[in-house]
């Protein structure tokens, strides 16, 4: 059994920062592709970034230069440091993990098996 835990979420001013977690409880496998994404309400689920087994990120054009993603191995956990907030940065933001998956690790995708419960980030102007 596989469990993605999200913690981090709050709200800030426009300008300011934040940084998620995202705790993996069970097996993890060698090849594995982490990810954020994010969806505001009445918006589709948007992929933010990527993380690949070899350590490769990709990052949505919207949050580039801005986020950065992480991992601590040693604790199971993804980060998501969030710099200069903008409100339309605003959404619940999910952890997700495919496994052993041959298709690319891109945010672009939606097939992922793996979904925490989210965070909420709230900015404001």
């Known amino acids: 059994q596989v469990h993605l835990v999200e913690s981090g979420g709050g709200s800030v001013q426009a300008g300011q920062s934040l940084t998620l977690s995202c705790r993996v409880f069970g097996y993890i496998p060698s090849s594995i592709c982490m990810a954020w994404f994010r969806q505001a309400p009445g918006e589709e689920r948007e992929g933010v970034v990527t993380a690949s087994s070899a350590d490769t990120a990709t990052y949505a054009d919207s949050v580039k230069g801005r986020f950065t993603i992480s991992q601590d191995k040693s604790k199971n956990t993804l980060y998501l440091q969030m710099n200069s907030l903008k409100p339309e940065d605003t959404a619940m933001y999910y952890c997700?993990?495919?496994?052993?998956?041959?298709?690319?690790?891109?945010?672009?995708?939606?097939?992922?098996?793996?979904w925490g419960q989210g965070t909420q980030v709230t900015v404001s102007s």
């Open positions: 997700a993990a495919d496994y052993g998956s041959s298709r690319p690790c891109l945010p672009t995708r939606r097939d992922f098996g793996f």
